[in-house]
């Protein structure tokens, strides 16, 4: 089999790299070379977060990519993640280090059932998470992040009927703060699902004057012993706000913590473990094995190769950037 064949098969480029190479000296020699930036979220590997040239959240990463010059973009992150790059920035070429990096949220809703539920609810509008397939967005009438979701809805008629996804958690806390009646999306995050509450009790015993900060696609229940509820942003934005309170219990992705200590180094952060299942083992933190396939490795060789570069079939994309423009407009 051609060895392009096999790295396509594969979905990332799969090939050895000399272990002398300083790859994070290459890969911002490549990045200057092929005029690239590397964007990577909160929960890559700090290895990843350092060699970026921006860290944060999916969309706010796209909008900081299509403000600069470059003609490369390398998304480190999810699928979706790349695919919304490219809504944003349809000119340049995005770069997703390996294209199985998927996600369970996005996946809880493929283009072809929310269309059908469309269809079994007419008058109803739909407002999708971000966190979304291009497919997806294409179906939403508007989309929001977690930062700004409550915003966005309040700006909706109160009589408006809406149906919201795929996050059921983070529905859930949006119907509960406006008072409004959405129609839920079944969906979730396989991370956010786990946190322990019995975990967050005994961290807070062990901790009695750490705050505890929560994302808002956990669980009610997580929710409900969070101090701060809120974006990765969000909770970044508290803990830098205030310096005073030194400790935190940290119910998110445990990616997270490198950038919160690197912008808090006097604080200390304790990650919520999962949920341990029958006969299973603790671990002191929760993670998601998609974001974790992002590594150096495949940076370096998808820059140095320019592939897996991802694409949105234009008239799905045509209708995908609609929602996310009106969000922008909100």
């Known amino acids: 089999m051609d060895i392009k064949q096999e790295w396509k098969e594969k979905g ?15 890969i911002r020699r490549l990045c200057r070379e092929k005029n690239a930036v590397i964007l990577a979220h909160y929960y890559t590997v700090g290895d990843i977060q350092d060699v970026a040239d921006f860290v944060g959240d999916s969309l706010a990463l796209a ?6 010059d470059a003609r490369v973009m ?15 920035s349809p000119e340049k070429t995005v ?10 949220l996005a996946d809880s809703c493929r283009a ?30 508007c989309v929001v992040t977690s930062g700004n979701a409550k915003r966005v809805i309040d700006s909706f008629p109160a009589d408006a009927k809406i149906i919201f996804g795929p996050d059921r958690n983070l529905g859930n806390y949006i119907n509960s703060v406006t008072g409004r009646d959405m129609l839920l999306w079944n969906g979730g995050c396989h991370v956010h699902e786990k946190f322990s509450v019995d975990e967050i ?46 400790e935190y219990i940290v119910a998110t992705e445990a990616g997270i913590l490198h950038e919160l200590q690197r912008s808090c180094p006097a604080a200390r952060f304790h990650p919520v473990p999962p949920e341990v299942s ?11 094995e998609y974001m974790k396939k992002n590594t150096l490795r495949k940076v370096y060789l998808t820059l140095k ?5 991802v694409e949105v079939d234009p008239a799905i994309a045509a209708d995908a950037v609609k929602p996310i423009e009106r969000m922008l407009e909100l």
């Open 278 to 288: 029958e006969g299973g083992l603790g671990c002191s933190c929760n993670e998601c």
């Open 95 to 104: 770069l997703c280090p390996d294209l199985t990096a998927g996600c369970s």
């Open 305 to 309: 190769y320019g592939w897996p570069a």
């Open 63 to 68: 909008r900081k990519a299509a403000e600069t």
């Open 12 to 26: 990332y480029v799969d090939e050895a790299v000399d272990g002398s190479l300083d790859l994070k000296a290459e």
């Open 201 to 246: 009790v005994k961290l807070r015993r062990l901790h009695p004057h750490a705050v505890v900060m929560a994302h808002l696609e956990c669980r009610g229940p997580v929710l409900d012993l969070a101090d701060v509820k809120g974006s990765t942003a969000a909770m970044l934005d508290y803990a830098q706000a205030h310096p005073e309170v030194g």
């Open 112 to 141: 072809e059932d929310l269309r059908r539920f469309k269809e079994e609810h007419p008058g109803y509008q739909v407002v999708s998470y971000v966190n979304t397939t291009a497919a997806v967005k294409a179906l939403t009438d």
């Open 74 to 88: 390398v998304m480190c992150g999810v699928h979706f993640m790349a695919e919304t790059c490219k809504l944003l």
